[in-house]
């Protein structure tokens, strides 16, 4: 995803506050394999995900669709067209 995100350091998107990941679960989860790489600005609120060991299987708390145009997609699903046909993501 960073690289998606032009490798910037600071994402800003509009967070969906419907549900959260309890923090007490994210060592387990990460554990397994998922990977919380965004996290807000407190640290405590995972923002975006990874599954290591996968083209591109990603997750993200915060709305992509939001800023997504035509012409400009969101970066999330650039990069689910780009692994879709076979192009580095």
Same mark, same amino acid.
């Given at each position: 995803?960073?690289?998606?995100? &032009?490798?910037?350091?600071?994402?800003? @998107?509009?967070?969906? !506050?419907? *549900?959260? =990941?309890?923090?007490?679960?994210?060592?387990?989860?990460?554990?397994?394999?998922?990977?919380?790489?965004?996290?807000?600005?407190? &640290?405590?609120?995972?923002?975006?995900? @990874?599954?290591?060991? !996968?083209? *591109?299987? =990603?997750?993200?708390?915060?709305?992509?669709?939001?800023?997504?145009?035509?012409?400009?997609?969101?970066?999330?699903?650039?990069?689910?067209?780009?692994?879709?046909?076979?192009?580095?993501?």
């Amino acid at each position: 995803m960073r690289r998606l995100y &032009g490798d910037v350091d600071h994402v800003d @998107e509009r967070h969906r !506050h419907r *549900y959260e =990941v309890n923090p007490e679960l994210i060592e387990q989860i990460e554990g397994a394999g998922l990977r919380y790489v965004g996290k807000d600005e407190t &640290g405590q609120r995972c923002e975006i995900m @990874e599954l290591d060991d !996968h083209p *591109y299987f =990603v997750g993200t708390q915060y709305h992509p669709e939001f800023k997504s145009r035509p012409n400009r997609p969101s970066p999330p699903f650039l990069g689910l067209l780009k692994a879709a046909t076979g192009q580095e993501v």
